[in-house]
DNA sequence: TTAGGGTTAG
């Protein structure tokens, strides 16, 4: 359809022929006018072909030839900028070199405001450019020459950029110079070109340009096809926007549209990533009423969604019954899938299936790989079972996979797990030294321990030269310091770690905050205790009932009964009940002071807990 | 022939 409202390709040729000289240069315009081509057509084109090879010559074998090129040619006379030259200069150096006919295509531009080339030269220019990858010029030179936009000579560059993943992947701009080029331009492309530019959009990971270019597809009259709306399903996933992808799926197939599996298995994965599994089961429906067949990677998702659920052995339980259905109904399940089933059966401590289905895939002859056996060695860690982990490693080695910073990690979580301090410690000095770097994990899972050992000043230590590296510490870091600082009682360093990691955007846990009251009560200081809550129920975050009866308690103890009344007022205010033993303390304390407010107490504890 | 998948702390 768009292809039918260009002019063919003789009336093209024939507009290009009369716009085929510069503007400004009215002398070259008489000598080689389109009149002076009918009259003497052969011999002005044997001149013009003449002047076009002196003029390639040129610029090959000068290096500035930009300073005496016209000297050297003199409009008037050379025909240097007749449109024929243009043309035939550009298409001789894009043979040979690209960059030289991207070079003179400037030269000309910053001569002439308007250039035109015929849709052939324009044609191998672009693809000349596109075949050496020279994306960046390639745009610039379609900003600045008008008729590299025309859709004969963009459509088919367009296709061929955004097929070169690794490019856009390594430079977004690519792409970002593109939509810009496309806005102001408003030239319409093929809907294969379109799907392509959609496809590449999702390359970059960046969804705003994919909906800059979704808007000026649609704008421009193109309609989608199957192929669009499952680049729109992945775009909308990415974007957290399940819901809308899933209505999208709704929409286009009662138009009989059917998106490619893929996507559809994105949108699986995402409402079985947020646990809504009777959206998934509505999708696996829709897809199979509509022809399409999920596949093994769809049910792999869901499998390793349900196994994600550790703990929750019923959703185990029903990833290892959609598992062992796979087998039954013939899907080839390969090392990923018995791997994220391995995993799974680890991390609810059911070693014994798990390790029966490392035998059964190795007898069916597939290899375990390092995540396999990541997987097992991290649930013989969970389990307690170093010394299996250790001989799993030893094995895994053996086989000629190489150890990482995973399996390091894995490792040293296992180490930490068990309270085998010294030889986490050993394990983490250790790694440089075997070439393996540590990353935040590993820094985090040693700084916890060294945290719950009550070992704070040798965890900051640590967070320390954490800091001298390039790992940026993240919210578990902190966590465990503040927790450690708090129950040293070393409540300004513990303040100031919160300050810090505010400092860096990150939010800390609810629970940090409920160390920190617990700390100043620790150290006596109610009257910061007090304030913190505040800040807390302001935050509306919800303190531990622990933390409040702690403050309770501190209060009571330096005898401030009102304040700790206030507390316990907030506490009935939020359903919780006050412990026992601060309940005692604190009527002990009223006692002494009004037994008409030991009374009302009372009537509240026993409201609040019938 | 290709896409989309699995591991470590919290």
């Known amino acids: 359809m768009i292809l039918s409202k260009l002019p063919s390709k003789s009336t093209r040729l024939r507009r290009c022929r009369f716009l085929f000289y510069l503007a400004g240069d009215s002398s070259s315009a008489r000598l080689f006018s389109s009149s002076t081509i009918s009259t003497g057509k052969n011999d002005l084109t044997t001149e013009l072909q003449k002047s076009a090879s002196n003029v390639c010559e040129v610029i090959r074998r000068q290096p500035r030839w930009e300073s005496s090129i016209l000297s050297l040619f003199p409009p008037s006379t050379s025909g240097i900028f007749h449109s024929n030259c243009i043309s035939l200069v550009i298409r001789r150096l894009s043979d040979s070199n690209p960059l030289l006919s991207f070079r003179y295509l400037l030269w000309l531009s910053s001569t002439s405001s308007s250039i035109s080339l015929d849709p052939e030269a324009a044609g191998s220019f672009l693809k000349a450019l596109s075949a050496s990858r020279a994306w960046k010029p390639a745009l610039h030179a379609i900003r600045s020459v008008k008729c590299l936009s025309e859709f004969s000579v963009l459509d088919p560059f367009v296709f061929h950029l955004c097929s070169d993943a690794r490019s856009i992947y390594c430079d977004n701009n690519l792409l970002y110079d593109l939509c810009d080029i496309l806005e102001s331009h408003s030239t319409k492309l093929s809907l294969s070109s379109w799907n392509s530019i959609l496809s590449a959009s999702l390359i970059t990971e960046k969804t705003d340009l994919f909906h800059r270019f979704y808007t000026m597809m649609i704008e421009s009259g193109t309609a989608p096809d199957a192929s669009t709306a499952g680049y729109l399903i992945r775009a909308l996933c990415r974007d957290g926007e399940p819901t809308v992808a899933y209505h999208v799926l709704r ?15 994105q949108l699986i994965s995402a409402f079985s990533k947020c646990g809504n599994f009777g959206r998934v089961s509505e999708i696996i429906h829709l897809m199979i009423a509509s022809g399409s067949q999920p ?22 339980d029903e990833a290892f019954r959609i598992f062992n259905d796979l087998k039954l109904k013939g899907y080839a399940c390969d090392v990923v899938t018995y791997t994220t089933m391995i995993d799974g059966l680890c991390k609810s401590g059911r070693m014994e299936e798990a390790l029966l289905l490392w035998s059964e895939m190795v007898a069916y002859g597939i290899r375990p790989n ?3 056996y990541n997987a097992i060695i991290n649930g013989y860690c969970k389990s307690g079972n170093i010394d299996h982990a250790r001989k799993l490693y030893d094995e895994m080695l053996s086989k000629g996979f190489k150890e990482s910073t995973v399996s390091c990690n894995t490792m040293l979580a296992g180490l930490c797990l068990h309270g085998r301090l010294a030889d986490a410690i050993n394990l983490f000095a250790e790694m440089p030294k075997r070439g393996i770097h540590h990353d935040v994990i590993s820094y985090n899972t040693l700084i916890q321990c060294l945290c719950k050992e009550g070992k704070t000043s040798d965890a900051i230590v640590l967070y320390s030269s954490m800091l001298a590296t390039s790992i940026r510490p993240s919210i578990s870091t902190y966590t465990p310091l ?6 040293e009682g070393r409540m300004v360093d513990a303040t100031e770690l919160i300050k810090i990691l505010e400092a860096q955007g990150l939010e800390p846990l609810v629970c940090s905050n409920d160390f920190i009251i617990s700390g100043f009560c620790r150290v006596g200081d109610a009257e910061k205790g007090m304030a913190w809550l505040s800040r807390m129920l ?20 330096l005898g401030q009964v009102d304040c700790a009344l206030q507390v316990v007022k907030k506490m009935f205010d939020i359903s919780y009940s006050l412990g026992s033993s601060v309940c005692h303390l604190l009527i002990s304390k009223l006692c002494g002071v009004d037994s008409y407010q030991v009374c009302e107490l009372l009537d509240e504890i026993v409201l609040v807990e019938s």
């Open 370 to 372: 390092n995540y396999t």
């Open 295 to 316: 596949d093994l990677f769809t049910y792999q998702e869901i499998i390793n969604a349900l196994c994600d659920g550790a703990g929750r052995t019923a959703m185990v």
């Open 482 to 487: 503040i927790m450690g600082l708090c129950k």
């Open 538 to 557: 302001q935050s509306n975050l919800k303190p531990r009932a622990e933390t409040m009866d702690r403050l309770v308690e501190c209060l009571c103890s």
């Open 251 to 265: 929409d286009v197939s009662r138009k009989r549209i059917i998106p490619d599996v893929v996507s559809i298995s």
